[in-house]
């Protein structure tokens, strides 16, 4: 849909604020249960496979939600979408609090989920019409320090939590946070709207639920199925399907609930490209590094947490720095280097073994989040840059949507990359060692020999994945050599387009 933005004198800083906090919350609840995930599989008694779910499934809902939230922006009110977003991830954190069973606490994920969804492209678009395009790197790496402020003090206060109480008490200790936001959301959000004349086109909706949510259910459920079972392909065919049917039906009406002309903008097809490939890719960090630390080297959460809280700290302090940087440079020459430490960074994780030292992992994770924190918001700007102001919406709901759909896609096929390497060297392993023995091993000898060759293939797991990210991530630098400072499009307006304005005070 069309639109224009009337902005006030100066930008509503009171919203910003308020729309910063929620979303901090949402994303300090994420970075949380990182380092919880390998006690959460020993009290659920669930696997790798099943577990990854609670950040699959919450990647999942955000991927079938996000793209009505185009619709939804232009629809409604700022105060009405934040109220309700906050409200369903307050519920969503209760029952997780207070769930004791495995499928109850994923019900509980994707409650969160579907309020968090709604969030992240509310705030994007408040931050694109708020600020003028020589100030919007600067914007959005103030922005992108606070939200970065998560996974800096996430890791470390979970690990904090976990080794003295349980896991459970990672959503009681958002719970009342969450509470008193919604409240002063309450009481203190006021904006305006005129009446805006566009409905939901249910069967768009529909598709694109089936679309995404089969392509990302499919590509979840390798890990744990395999890629010959027909749940995973025929899910992942059905995906394909019903978003082709989605993408042809939007490009053929005059107000699509998610537009995918926006495409036709180049810097913003290359910046959504090579998001979406790093994002695959980037989980293999967040989801390897606490499983080998805790599970492969018997480090404790307290102590995990620790060790990722310097990469996290330097990746938000560098966010406003990278801002500044792209308003004076752009974001080609940014995107350049990050991608390149990143990349580096990532090939030497795939070289971890039992000895490897505390230090040596808590300097390599820093050095790739410095790294890190001159791609995404550097790329995803200048893409965004590009799109004429009645686009926004649009474009922040894509790059979201995009962004969640391959994430999803990237922590399934990791672990299902983990999961099949671990088993085919744990057999290999196991053949050899039989081959050796010269006589029949006691009990106690057998079990500590699988022990072993169980820890060397998970091991083996690991570095094998960290070796396909950083194949993966090299193309991203690739491609980030064409990268153009981005100029905004000539707007095109209209009578209709005239006459409906979303007005930010």
């Known amino acids: 849909m069309e639109q224009s933005i009337k902005k006030t004198a100066s930008p509503p800083y009171g919203i910003i604020a308020v729309l910063m906090i929620g979303a901090f919350i ?8 990182n380092v919880a995930l390998p006690s959460m599989m020993k009290d659920l008694d669930v696997d ?15 991927g079938i939600m996000i793209p009505s939230t185009a619709f939804l922006i232009q629809k409604y009110t700022v105060r009405r979408l934040f109220l309700v977003a906050m409200g369903l991830f307050t519920a969503g954190t209760v029952i997780a609090g207070i769930a004791h069973a495995f499928p109850l606490l994923l ?7 579907s309020g968090s969804a709604i969030m992240m492209p509310l705030l994007m678009n408040v931050m694109l019409v708020s600020f003028p395009i020589e100030k919007r790197g600067t914007a959005m790496g103030v922005f ?22 349980s896991w459970r008490m990672l959503f009681h200790f958002i719970t009342p946070i969450a509470l008193v936001i919604l409240l002063i959301g309450y009481l203190k959000l006021k904006d305006k709207k005129e009446k805006v004349d566009i409905t939901l086109d249910v069967f768009s909706l529909l598709l694109s639920s089936i679309g995404f949510g089969g392509l990302l259910y499919g590509f979840s459920s390798a890990g744990s199925k395999g890629w010959d079972s027909p749940q995973v392909y025929l899910t992942i065919i059905i995906g394909v399907v019903s978003l082709l049917c989605f993408i042809v039906r939007q ?16 810097m913003f097809a290359l910046s959504s490209a090579i998001s979406a490939i790093v994002n695959i890719a980037m989980f293999s960090g967040f989801l390897l590094l606490p499983i080998y630390v805790q599970t492969i080297r018997g480090i404790s959460p307290m102590d995990a947490g620790l060790m990722l809280l310097p990469g996290a700290i330097i990746n938000a302090l560098m966010s406003p720095v990278t801002g500044r940087l792209f308003d004076k440079f752009g974001g080609r020459i940014l995107a350049i280097i990050g991608l390149f430490i990143t990349t580096v960074t990532t090939f030497y994780f795939s070289r971890l073994s039992f000895e490897t030292t505390y230090m040596s992992l808590v300097i390599l994770h820093a050095i790739r989040m410095f790294g890190m924190s001159m791609v995404f918001m550097p790329v995803s700007t200048n893409g965004l840059n590009q799109l004429p102001k009645r686009f926004y919406p649009h474009g922040t709901a894509m790059n979201n949507t995009l962004q969640q759909v391959s994430a999803a896609i990237g922590t399934g096929l990791l672990i299902t990359l983990m999961s099949n390497r671990s088993e085919s060297y744990g057999k290999e392993l196991t053949q050899s060692a039989m081959e050796n023995i010269s006589e029949q091993p006691t009990t106690a000898a057998l079990a500590e020999m699988q022990q072993q060759i169980a820890l060397k293939a998970m091991l083996e797991g690991i570095n094998y994945t960290f070796l396909i990210s950083a194949i993966i991530i090299g193309v991203a630098l690739i491609l980030a050599f064409f990268i153009k400072r981005a100029k905004p499009a000539e707007e095109k307006t209209d009578e209709n387009t005239a006459s409906r304005q979303v007005k930010i005070n």
């Open 251 to 266: 490009l053929k009406q005059e107000q699509p609930m998610l537009n995918f002309r926006i495409f036709k903008y180049n």
């Open 48 to 62: 790798t496979s099943t577990i990854q779910w609670l950040t699959t499934g919450f990647m999942l809902v955000n």
């Open 107 to 113: 019900a509980a994920r994707m409650v969160q989920a």
């Open 26 to 33: 949402s994303f300090l609840n994420n970075t949380l249960l």
């Open 144 to 165: 992108g320090l606070i939200l970065m402020f998560a996974p800096a003090i996430g890791p470390t206060l979970s690990g904090w939590i976990i080794e003295h109480y």
